[in-house]
Structures are given as C-alpha cells and as structure tokens.
C-alpha cells in the first residue's frame, strides 16, 4: 500500500515526501539530494495545498501552522471609499491581490483592515528600512496587545520566531535565498 504524501515546513521551504501522484504540482518543486526529498518555496504554499486538493491523491499537511490572532484595533478610523472597494475586491478574490495606490492613500490602513479582517499570522514584506519601520509604529499603534516583529535591519538578525505579526526587508528575504517574485 503506498504511503500518503506529507508536506512540512523546513527551514523557509515546503517538502513534499513521498511524490503524489500527478504532475501538476512538480512545477513548484526542486528536488533536493541532500535530503531526498522535494522542496518547494514556501510562498508556494497556498498555490501547492489547492493544487493537492484538486487532485485524486489524499496527503497530510503538516506545513499549515496558522495561529488565530485578536486583532481588534484600539483606534477606528472611516475608511475612504477606495478603500472601501480595493477591500471588498481583495476578500472576493479570495483574500488575494495587489493594491495600487498613490502615496499617502492609505495603503496601510487598509491592510491593517485586511489584517482585522483575516485574523492570522501576517508577513508583511518592505523594501526599506524606513517603510519598516513606519509599518512597525502603525502596527504598535493599532495593536499594542500583539508583539509585532521586526527581521533586519541590523548586524544580528533576530532569531525569535514565535511573532505573529512579522515585517521583514526585502533584501533580508533574499539573504535567505527567498524571491518573491517566482
């Protein structure tokens, strides 16, 4: 009897053991001889577990760690009508997407309603240090029940993990070997 495919999470990718059936998910996957395994990045997740729902093959998904959060924010404003729009666009689409908008158009407030909105462990990538840390002053400001994280931007990086509201440079995804943009 063949043994059921498990997906785990290690070291900032996803593997997959033994191979299921099917070839739509080998598109993600690298196979890596240092452990036998597949490795698939882990911002694959989400794309990777729906293509494994939709086929045949049943597999266990131990990679899937996210922690409920209360995020109720201790101020409120009145969101502006496109943020109105660009959130109820975001949760139709299946809490996916891209928001474009011009500067100071309130590109944080309205992830700080999607973050209300799906209660979860967030990541929150910045391309610099100063979008960093404005995010993590707004973050501390509308939450100051949640330990909001903070990843480089210094010599040491921190190595504490256990945040559940993280923000995290660009640059330092890529020091880990980490693209965004596959």
């Given at each position: 009897?063949?043994?059921?495919?498990?997906?785990?999470?290690?070291?900032?990718?996803?593997?997959?053991?033994?191979?299921?059936?099917?070839?739509?998910?080998?598109?993600?996957?690298?196979?890596?001889?240092?452990?036998?395994?597949?490795?698939?990045?882990?911002?694959?997740?989400?794309?990777?577990?729906?293509?494994l729902r939709?086929?045949?093959?049943?597999?266990?998904?131990?990679?899937?760690?996210?922690?409920?959060?209360?995020?109720?924010?201790?101020?409120?404003?009145?969101?502006?009508?496109?943020?109105?729009?660009?959130?109820?666009?975001?949760?139709?689409?299946?809490?996916?997407?891209?928001?474009?908008?011009?500067?100071?158009?309130?590109?944080?407030?309205?992830?700080?309603?999607?973050?209300?909105?799906?209660?979860?462990?967030?990541?929150?990538?910045?391309?610099?240090?100063?979008?960093m840390h404005?995010?993590?002053?707004?973050?501390?400001?509308?939450?100051?029940?949640?330990?909001?994280?903070?990843?480089?931007?210094?010599?040491?990086?921190?190595?504490?993990?256990?945040?559940?509201?993280?923000?995290?440079?660009?640059?330092?995804?890529?020091?880990?070997?980490?693209?965004?943009?596959?």
């Open positions: 009897m063949p043994r059921t495919p498990r997906l785990k999470y290690d070291r900032g990718t996803l593997t997959l053991h033994p191979p299921p059936r099917g070839k739509e998910w080998i598109d993600l996957a690298t196979w890596d001889d240092r452990v036998e395994k597949f490795r698939i990045p882990a911002h694959c997740y989400r794309e990777l577990v729906e293509m939709r086929s045949p093959t049943s597999f266990i998904d131990e990679a899937q760690d996210f922690s409920s959060l209360d995020l109720q924010a201790s101020f409120s404003l009145t969101p502006y009508p496109h943020q109105v729009e660009a959130l109820t666009a975001w949760k139709k689409g299946d809490r996916q997407g891209v928001v474009v908008l011009p500067t100071a158009a309130g590109k944080t407030y309205l992830a700080q309603l999607a973050m209300e909105s799906t209660p979860r462990t967030t990541l929150i990538v910045v391309p610099t240090l100063d979008l404005q995010w993590y002053a707004q973050l501390e400001k509308a939450f100051p029940h949640v330990e909001v994280g903070l990843l480089g931007g210094a010599p040491a990086i921190a190595r504490r993990f256990w945040w559940r509201l993280i923000i995290v440079r660009l640059s330092t995804l890529r020091l880990w070997g980490i693209n965004m943009r596959s």
